[in-house]
């Protein structure tokens, strides 16, 4: 069975610091991993994956992500945080089937 | 290019009641997902649906069902409906082929409280 974990239910930072969001994964097989950003009334936004390849993936807006195997880790981050990234933040795996398994989500705040 | 569309937007059914969800996915895309997020969690996933065939199931009872016609739109149908089935439904579309295949792309969802 496939399952995510995202330790921190809150995330705050200040404007303009580095933004990290946690998650770690259970898979059986190979993981796909994915974030995805969820805004007030809205569905979710697609950000970045990772599937294969190089450990550090680049996203949407200015968000990258590290795959750690060892670990079992995919953090999200940014550099500089901007008050518009206040949002509700999902990890997201799915190894040879077809489903996505999600975390229960992280709300990040950013304060000016 | 329009993006995943569902609706309706809101609905309130009561308890025994039946209910219609309505997706229409990205353009190009043939594969469609259904997911139910429950209040303060993540979604979880009911469905899929490919080449209008159930392709996988989560872990919900038979009251849910679907349906994929053939211009890749899906319904999401819940009979008997229970109090515990309010929350925010949504449908996600992806390709089979391509690069693109393992992103799934949602819509904005379907909340639906039931009474």
């Known amino acids: 069975a496939q399952s995510v974990a995202q330790p921190e239910d809150q995330v705050n930072v200040a404007e303009g610091n580095p933004l990290t969001v946690k998650c770690t994964y259970s898979?059986?097989?190979?993981?796909?991993l994915f974030w995805y950003v969820q805004y007030p009334n809205r569905g979710l936004q697609f950000l970045l994956k990772y599937i294969t390849g190089d450990n550090l993936v680049k996203g949407s807006y200015g968000f990258e992500a590290e795959f750690n195997k060892s670990q079992t880790s995919f953090h999200l981050k940014k550099p500089s945080a901007l008050v518009s990234d206040s949002a509700l933040y999902f990890c997201a795996v799915r190894d040879n089937d077809y489903k996505l398994s999600f975390g229960a989500g992280t709300t990040v705040t950013v304060r000016a | 290019d329009a993006g995943v569309t569902q609706s309706p937007t809101h609905l309130i059914k009561t308890r025994g009641q039946q209910v219609t969800l309505r997706c229409s996915p990205k353009s190009g895309h043939d594969t469609v997902s259904w997911y139910q997020q429950a209040l303060g969690q993540g979604p979880q996933f009911i469905f899929q649906?490919?080449?209008?065939?159930?392709?996988q199931r989560g872990n919900f009872p038979d009251r849910f069902s679907g349906h994929q016609f053939p211009n890749y739109s899906s319904e999401l149908n819940v009979n008997a409906l229970l109090l515990g089935d309010s929350a925010l439904y949504l449908c996600?579309?992806?390709?089979?082929?391509?690069?693109?295949?393992?992103?799934?792309?949602f819509g904005a969802g379907t909340r639906l409280s039931v009474l």
């Open positions: 649906y490919y080449e209008e065939e159930e392709r």
């Open positions: 898979v059986s097989g190979n993981p796909y």
């Open positions: 996600a579309s992806s390709l089979t082929t391509g690069g693109l295949k393992n992103i799934q792309y």
